[in-house]
């Protein structure tokens, strides 16, 4: 008997290693979810190639394409639901959804964050981590609001930072777990092994 599994569109901007994650887990028969479709704000990304080569259908809007910020939300908004998703994952998504995309999709977006929310948003947080100091970092799977990285944090793993760390090394560490940490938050997150109670998400 087949079960049928959780729908999930993945939106990308660079390289798409999360994505793999999740197209590499979703070839296990077991696995929960599978990923539909694969969205990106430009053409030209190894995420889109990572799935063409899985025969996963692949969409593009790049917000030059439109008059506003407004049009472009709307726009992806509309390019995401026809595959009628359970669950979006923003996997190096460089953009902020809006409004219209969030009304649409309220409570079913996660995005990934390299750090341990709500310490060093924004797009440089291991950067920002070892000029800071700190002795710890990680990564953090959220689900996604308004805001800049701000939303209810679902999963976070914890990850010491080296005295030799630099940039690269200690984000390479941190994208080694954070894929993990990805692809058992989807399986539990389309399970219904979490609910949220206001900010609070925990395990059912």
């Given at each position: 008997?087949t079960?049928?599994?959780?729908?999930?569109?993945?939106?990308?901007?660079?390289g798409g290693?999360?994505?793999?994650?999740?197209?590499?887990?979703?070839d296990a028969?077991?696995?929960?979810?599978?990923?539909?479709?694969v969205?990106?704000?430009r053409?030209?990304?190894?995420?889109?190639e990572r799935a063409a080569?899985a025969d996963?259908?692949?969409?593009i809007?790049?917000?030059n394409?439109?008059?506003?910020?407004?049009?472009?939300?709307?726009?992806l908004a509309?390019?995401?639901?026809?595959y009628?998703?359970d669950?979006?994952?923003l996997?190096g998504?460089m953009r902020l959804?809006g409004p219209?995309?969030l009304?649409?999709f309220?409570?079913?977006?996660?995005?990934?964050?390299?750090?341990l929310s709500?310490a060093?948003?924004?797009?440089?947080g291991?950067r920002d981590a070892l000029a800071?100091?700190?002795?710890?970092?990680g990564c953090?799977?959220?689900i996604?609001?308004?805001?800049l990285?701000?939303?209810p944090i679902?999963?976070?793993?914890?990850?010491?930072?080296l005295?030799?760390?630099?940039?690269?090394?200690l984000?390479?560490?941190?994208?080694?777990h954070?894929?993990?940490?990805?692809v058992?938050?989807?399986?539990?997150?389309?399970?219904d092994?979490y609910?949220t109670e206001?900010?609070?998400?925990?395990?059912?």
């Amino acid at each position: 008997m087949t079960v049928a599994r959780s729908r999930v569109v993945v939106l990308v901007s660079g390289g798409g290693t999360n994505l793999q994650a999740l197209i590499d887990a979703s070839d296990a028969h077991d696995y929960p979810a599978h990923v539909v479709a694969v969205g990106a704000d430009r053409p030209d990304t190894g995420a889109i190639e990572r799935a063409a080569a899985a025969d996963i259908p692949t969409f593009i809007a790049a917000p030059n394409q439109y008059n506003d910020r407004a049009s472009w939300d709307v726009a992806l908004a509309d390019a995401t639901a026809i595959y009628r998703p359970d669950l979006v994952v923003l996997a190096g998504f460089m953009r902020l959804v809006g409004p219209a995309f969030l009304e649409r999709f309220s409570g079913r977006v996660i995005n990934t964050h390299p750090a341990l929310s709500p310490a060093f948003p924004g797009t440089h947080g291991p950067r920002d981590a070892l000029a800071y100091g700190v002795k710890v970092t990680g990564c953090t799977i959220f689900i996604v609001d308004s805001g800049l990285d701000t939303g209810p944090i679902v999963a976070q793993v914890a990850i010491p930072v080296l005295d030799d760390d630099d940039e690269l090394s200690l984000h390479e560490r941190i994208k080694e777990h954070e894929r993990e940490l990805l692809v058992h938050t989807v399986a539990d997150l389309v399970t219904d092994q979490y609910r949220t109670e206001g900010r609070k998400v925990v395990r059912t």
